[in-house]
């Protein structure tokens, strides 16, 4: 990746893949899917593990020159605790109007999110 025009300083970035490793773990209380009630709550705590990719950096120099600039990424947390909640509304067996919370929050790592949606079953 390169920095438009032409400063005798544009940076250029080493290209690199980064991934990273998770293990998941919770417990999730819920009304049945097969449930005959239109309402459906969804509430569910757990916690979070990275187990690879912990660290991310950036290699780059200026105009060409060899790569020569370190530059650290923010860490995360290697543990985080979860949270959901939610409901779904059953409109009918083949529609389901859903909206539901989630959060996960370690030392200095906090991420929340809201999605809602209609769900279609063919």
């Known amino acids: 990746m ?16 980064h991934v990273a490793g998770f293990v998941d773990a919770g417990l999730t209380l819920a009304r049945d899917d097969t449930s005959d009630a239109r309402f459906r709550p969804h509430v569910a705590l757990g916690l979070r593990h990275q187990v690879e990719g912990l660290r ?21 947390a290697s543990i985080v605790g979860t949270a959901a909640a939610g409901v779904d509304y059953r409109l009918s067996d083949a529609v389901d109007l859903f909206s539901a919370a989630t959060a996960q929050a370690g030392h200095d790592d906090h991420q929340e999110t809201i999605t809602t949606g209609m769900r279609l079953r063919f």
């Not at 390169?2 to 893949?17: C, I, M, P």
């Not at 020569?68 to 990424?73: E, K, T």
């Open 2 to 17: 390169s920095e438009d025009g032409a400063s005798r300083f544009a940076l250029q970035v080493a290209r690199e893949r």
């Open 56 to 76: 991310v950096d950036a290699l780059a120099s200026f105009a060409g020159g060899p790569l020569g600039l370190d530059a650290v990424g923010a860490s995360r």
